[in-house]
């Protein structure tokens, strides 16, 4: 019955992903040069209108590879275990406000920056993710194809915020490689279950982190419009 709803599941998520693709605005500011002058030309509005689009996708399809992970290759004692285990996700050392009322008071600079940080930080992890799954024997093309999508169109956000500080806080055209020493380690080669087991970890965080993500633009987005009354 279970591998029934998995099936069932899978054949409606490919009916969709089409349409998925297809409402997406485009977020590609690099030209053939390398440089991020291809979204200078977008109004603040406008680029901050797509980079949230973005972002919104991206939670969203982090949320159904979670899901499709956890019911391809998780039985129900493993999926407890890991929500008991308390397993620390790669960005919990990055300086992220934690509760609602830090997100208010932190400022339009920090809010934007703080997204930066997530978003870079995630970059090297999806990647590393992508060749763990392509070893997974059964693995569904939809499941690695969602990993990849994601990952592609992180790339294409963060160009999009680095553009939105420059238009924003005049900052100059920021480096767009963040790193800390030691935030992601890919050189160990973990057992099977173990690669299972920190792999829907990284998903499971990532979730989480996309979801912060479209919640501080949005913030900075009402911010623009209602600054009083912003939730």
């Not at 998925?20 to 030209?31: A, G, H, I, Q, R």
């Not at 994601?150 to 963060?158: A, Q, Y």
């Not at 500080?165 to 050189?187: P, R, V």
């Amino acid at each position: 019955m279970h591998t029934m709803a998995v099936i069932q599941r899978s054949v409606w998520a490919l009916l969709l992903w089409p349409s998925l693709l297809t409402v997406s605005m485009p977020l590609d500011c690099k030209e053939e040069q390398g440089s991020l002058s291809g979204c200078t030309s977008i109004s603040q509005e406008k680029l901050l209108d797509r980079v949230i689009h973005h972002a919104e996708l991206i939670y969203r399809v982090s949320e159904e590879s979670c899901s499709l992970f956890e019911e391809m290759f998780l039985p129900f004692p493993l999926q407890l275990q890991s929500s008991q285990a308390g397993y620390a996700c790669i960005t919990k050392a990055l300086p992220m406000p934690s509760s609602k009322s830090e997100i208010q008071q932190i400022s339009d600079k920090w809010l934007l920056h703080s997204v930066l940080m997530l978003v870079q930080s995630w970059i090297e992890p999806l990647v590393y993710l992508q060749t763990t799954m392509d070893r997974y024997d059964h693995a569904p093309d939809m499941l690695l194809n969602k990993t990849k999508w994601v990952s592609d169109k992180l790339i294409s956000l963060e160009q999009g915020v680095v553009v939105l500080i420059k238009k924003m806080l005049d900052e100059g055209m920021l480096a767009t490689t963040y790193s800390e020493q030691g935030l992601f380690q890919s050189d160990v080669q973990p057992e099977m279950l173990e690669s299972v087991m920190r792999d829907y970890t990284l998903l499971s965080c990532f979730k989480k982190d996309a979801h912060k993500m479209e919640t501080f633009l949005k913030l900075l987005k009402c911010r623009q419009t209602d600054k009083y009354n912003c939730p």
